[in-house]
């Protein structure tokens, strides 16, 4: 901070050690001064102007200084503007009072000049500091909002109506434990077939974010080409090229385990790739949950010419597909317990066709599981449901 800028109240009832102040502050070049007689007006003008120091005395009327220094502890405005107390009282009780309610020095009256000058100095240089890193802060904070809503922005709304022969609805959830993080969660068409995407990157953050937003446009860039259909009726085709693009030149050696799977309403086949991810929840239209288990290959972006296969399960109306991150499942309580698959099938056994947005539900049930502590991981999950009646409007996700 240029001391010529430095913005200072002197709060002092005698007006000769007032003068004194201000004579010495004008020799540091400081000219932006303002003057208050007792604790009152000084918090008048602290409440008018962002001061960047306050050179406070104690014994004063109406409001002494501790009465000051108070107010503004019980504000929170004392973390941000620096008081320098200069007071005759030298006993070391009222120095320790004044630096326990967030004083940030104590200079004892009368003042040593070069004292005083070096002082003023180093609280208004660690105040610009302090200031700068706050702005600092403020701004990527402002950046990772943004990214966030960036983020959410690329999870597709929810679906329902009739697809095919069958009337289906696509649920969906994302749940960054930070700002941003490192899950994904889509859902497309290519041709007649029902894409359906979920991945879990290996770290969190804005690094996780952009590898989870890399690996979301390559497989929407998949979804383009003119031999799109072909290359999805065989998932294990579309992953391939994915893993390939992501583990060349991966020096970071971040990973992802994915889930791809697609859905054909001309037969009811639910054909997945599971590159290292948690095995999807099947319940049956009768309450039965299966846990197909087949292991597609390695997480994507670890071996650059990676194999993977696929495995197919046939659905039937009344039946449900729950795919989901391992921020489900590793919530943990207070005492460390996991909200773990139990819980998930519980959730499973209880839904009806005629639940209203079951992930929100689903979320918030491990949302008090964790009893208000941080969430440990990103949450995100697609459910797929096959209604056993005709439900809604012929649409298309």
């Known amino acids: 901070m240029a001391l010529p800028s430095a913005r200072v109240l002197i709060v002092d009832d005698i007006a000769e050690n007032r003068e004194l102040l201000v004579r010495r502050l004008k020799r540091l070049w400081i000219d932006d001064i303002d003057e208050a007689v007792n604790g009152v007006e000084a918090l008048a003008a602290i409440g008018r102007k962002n001061y960047d120091i306050v050179l406070l005395d104690i014994m004063m009327p109406e409001m002494d200084g501790f009465g000051v ?80 809503t960036l983020q959410l922005a690329l999870v597709p709304p929810a679906f329902r109506g009739n697809c095919g022969g069958f009337s289906l609805s696509i649920d969906v959830v994302l749940e960054p434990a930070k700002e941003v993080g490192g899950d994904l969660v889509d859902h497309f068409r290519v041709g007649d077939l029902v894409v359906l995407a979920l991945g879990d990157v290996s770290d969190k953050g804005a690094g996780a974010a952009l590898m989870m937003a890399r690996t979301h446009s ?123 698959e139990t819980m998930i099938e519980s959730f499973l056994a209880e839904l009806t066709e005629d639940t209203a947005a079951p992930l929100d539900l689903l979320t918030a049930q491990v949302k008090a599981f964790e009893a208000g502590l941080p969430a440990a991981d990103d949450m995100a999950a697609f459910l797929l449901t096959l209604f056993s009646f005709p439900h809604g409007p012929a649409a298309a996700p």
């Open 69 to 148: 220094l108070e107010q503004l502890k019980a504000d929170g405005r004392i973390n941000d503007l620096p008081v320098v107390v200069i007071s005759a009282m030298n006993e070391i009780d009222p120095m320790v009072r004044c630096i326990e309610l967030g004083a940030e020095d104590f200079i004892f009256k009368p003042f040593n000049p070069t004292l005083l000058r070096a002082r003023v100095m180093a609280t208004l240089e660690k105040k610009a500091l302090r200031d700068q890193t706050r702005e600092e802060l403020r701004r990527k904070q402002y950046e990772l909002n943004e990214a966030r």
């Open 218 to 340: 390559m497989f929407r860039g998949l979804s383009m080409r003119p031999d799109a259909d072909a290359l999805f009726r065989d998932p294990a085709a579309a992953v391939g090229l994915v893993n390939a693009a992501l583990a060349k030149a991966n020096e970071s050696c971040m990973f992802v385990t994915f889930l791809l799977a697609t859905f054909d309403p001309a037969n009811g086949e639910f054909r997945y790739v599971r590159a290292g991810h948690v095995p999807p929840f099947v319940r049956r239209e009768n309450g039965k949950i299966e846990r197909p288990s087949h292991q597609g290959g390695l997480p994507l972006g670890l071996v650059e010419d990676g194999v993977y296969t696929s495995d197919a399960v046939l659905l039937a109306p009344g039946d449900r597909v729950l795919v989901l991150t391992d921020g489900f499942t590793e919530a943990a309580d207070p005492a460390d317990n996991l909200f773990g």
